[in-house]
């Protein structure tokens, strides 16, 4: 065997070492910020639920009016969720996530200012135009510092930080209304309020120091590693045109992916609001307790999508992995209505929702760069889009849920229906989806 054959194994192996050591060190330098920015978004979209018990009292809200609250606020994240990213598109993903979490923080923490139905509507709508473009905006921001074949894990990383804003946010949220309750004359659901929304600005303040909008901005990084980092990511874009919005939005499948992100989130938010609710209704009354209860799933959640993450990129695959996901989470769906009045069991088929609708969501998430990579100010909006039809089944769920609630007494109907609609998500994402996203990820 000739020396340059020998050389040419050697380099191959070598650049991989170098390009794995590198993405290591970008993860480590942004991901554990962005990953706490995250918890926070995530908490101030489940603290709700936890507050659900001493709000509705307070204000004599029906759960029909909950469900309503509940869903402004994503009415209010789906009319500004868009122009939000093409405007963090224009001044750059530092700025702009740092003016969101900052707004959101104090917009959440006004809710200790409630006294009537219509002020927790507006509210409610407000915070959620606040939030408008930071999920789809840290997406986008991480396409822009890791390589296609490394997006599973990172993105993983990413919204692992959801299942422990559940795994700690439940416990911590019981604990706040029992103990909390009373303290400066303020009800437990205003501490919580307060308490999630308060950090937020200092976050947003740390945003703007630590974080950087381009590679070529990272003093922390080599000459070297800077073109090595960029090449990789180059390397796998799989189109330069659709510079704009409109562009990618006649991407085939694109809106397929918005639909399909719908019935994901549809399931995801019918286990955000409603899981204490079902777990007291189970015969549960200590919101202490309700709050342990409530963090089995997140923990469930946090395992399967650290291991699918890693087999999504081991293998490439990543359709049937979210496909899988989804109709796992479609039998928890169907198992928490059949065993609505037995507590055990109930936590069984939630941790099965957990397991398969929390995990599917970072997967999910690996699909819309493979069709809007190097799109521009499209990839920006794209994502936005993608997110902002999946956010409508953030509309959709709570107010029906709380509707089917009123109606007939039970949220069984509802599971069911919730059930249906993961199914679908799932038959779509093995059949309905064009070539493009049937093809593996490669190194």
Known sequence: MSLNTLEAGVRPAAEHDAEKALVSKVAWRLMPLI????????????NISFAKFQLQADLSLSDTAYGLGAGLFVVGYVIFEVPSNMMLYKVGARRWIARIMMSWGLATAAMVFVTAEWQFYGLRFIIG????????????????WFPQHYRGRITSMLFLASAFAGLVGAPFSGLVLEH???VLQMRGWH?????????????GFLVLKLLKDRIEDAHWLTSAEKTLLASRIA?????????????????????????IYFLIQVASYGLNFWAPQLIRSAGTQSPVMIGLLTAIPYVCGAISMVVIGRLSDATGERRKFVSGLVALGAVGFFCAGIFADHTTFLIVALSLLG?????SIPTFWTLPPKLLAGAGAGAAGGIAVINTLGQFGG???????????????STT??????????????????????????TLDKH
């Open 191 to 203: 501490w919580l309020f307060l308490l999630g929304g308060l950090p937020c600005v200092g976050l």
């Open 235 to 259: 390397v796998h874009e799989p189109h330069k045109s659709g510079g704009s919005l409109l562009a990618a939005l006649r991407i085939p499948g694109f809106l397929m992916l918005g639909f």
């Open 180 to 182: 909390l309750d009373g």
């Open 355 to 359: 397991a398969g609708i929390i995990a």
């Open 35 to 46: 990953m706490v920015c995250y918890l926070f978004a995530f908490f101030d979209r489940i």
């Open 413 to 438: 109907p509802a599971l069911y229906v919730i059930g249906v609609c993961a199914l679908l998500a799932a038959a779509l994402l093995l059949w309905g989806l064009p070539q493009k996203l049937r």
């Open 395 to 409: 509309i959709v769920s709570p107010v029906m849920v709380g509707r089917i609630k009123d109606l007939t007494g």
């Open 129 to 144: 135009a606040m939030e408008a473009g930071f999920a789809p905006g840290v997406l986008y921001y991480l396409t822009l």
